[in-house]
């Protein structure tokens, strides 16, 4: 079977890594090259060094929808997996209805984002209408907005993880603790937390990655207004390279260096939450 195996394997992987490279490896490559150039089209490129790195930092809106989409991605983190997470507990308990109650939870992650960006800006402003003000009439609403946005849209999804993960937990460990005298909280702390530590791994690195790479969302629901006090880093990015001519290599650089900064921390969460996972 190991022979049949090794004989074929080049037949499977090939048409694959050949697709690979041309839909990422090579395109990837050429943005990293396009980065260090000044062009309009990538036939007319010319090299300019680190220029476009210099000016990003000297862009104010970068700095700007740096700082916004850390604050926004940090917040969203914390409140996305602790409501998810007590949703699961809930909803692992033996109640009748649960399994309904999963499901409309889950609906909304399946709405598009640009919809779905729409759709809250219409009930936003509803609210905000009685006082006489907008979503986009202060940096703050657009803010707690697309916190808002971001949470009713991943909850849902981010709790299936977390029943998977906590139906999962032995129940003899669970039988156990209670019999050795511990209360609700210490067998959460002490048993189903590090048991569904998997599970928080995988719902902390799509809560970040999707909360730093948010594009759809932020673009309906405020697009950057007022004055792109609330664009995030993707839109920051869309906008320098789509609306501001001769801008395009300093729009490839801030793609190249949205990248890294992603790439870094997502890989520092995965490392610093399966440690948690090997010493339980």
Avoid: H
């Avoid at 507990?89 to 779905?116: D, Q, S, Y």
């Avoid at 986009?136 to 993960?165: D, K, P, R, S």
């Avoid at 799509?206 to 950057?224: E, M, P, V």
């Avoid at 789509?242 to 190249?256: F, I, M, N």
């Amino acid at each position: 079977m190991q022979k049949t195996l090794k004989r074929y394997f080049p037949i499977f992987v090939i048409p694959t890594l050949i697709a690979f490279s041309f839909a990422f490896l090579v395109p990837f490559g050429m943005g990293i090259y396009l980065s260090f150039c000044k062009f309009k089209t990538i036939t007319n490129a010319r090299f300019a060094g680190v220029e476009n790195y210099i000016k990003i930092f000297e862009d104010r809106d970068f700095v700007n929808a740096l700082w916004f989409t850390v604050k926004f991605s940090v917040l969203s983190i914390l409140t996305i997996n602790l409501f998810s997470f007590s949703l699961a507990l809930a909803l692992t308990r033996k109640v009748k209805g649960t399994n309904l109650f999963r499901t409309l939870f889950f609906m909304p992650n399946l709405i598009g984002g640009i919809i779905l960006g729409y759709i809250w800006q219409q009930m936003i402003n509803a609210v905000l209408l009685k006082y006489e003000t907008t979503l986009v009439a202060n940096a703050t609403y657009g803010f707690w907005g697309l916190v808002i946005l971001m949470n009713w849209q991943l909850i849902g999804y981010m709790m299936v993880i977390y029943v998977a993960g906590l139906q999962n937990v032995p129940p003899e460990m669970i039988e156990a603790a209670e019999i050795d005298g511990a209360s609700a909280w210490q067998t959460l702390i002490k048993v189903k937390i590090p048991m569904v530590m998997p599970s928080i791994t995988i719902c902390l690195f799509l809560t970040l990655s999707n909360s730093f790479k948010l594009f759809d969302q932020n673009l309906a629901l405020t697009a950057g207004a007022p004055s792109k006090k609330t664009a995030m880093l993707a839109l920051d990015i869309y906008n320098t390279f789509y609306g501001r001519t001769g801008y395009e290599g300093v729009g490839q650089a801030k793609a190249v260096l949205f990248f890294i900064v992603v790439a870094v921390i997502a890989l520092g969460q995965l490392v610093l939450t399966k440690r948690r996972e090997i010493e339980q």
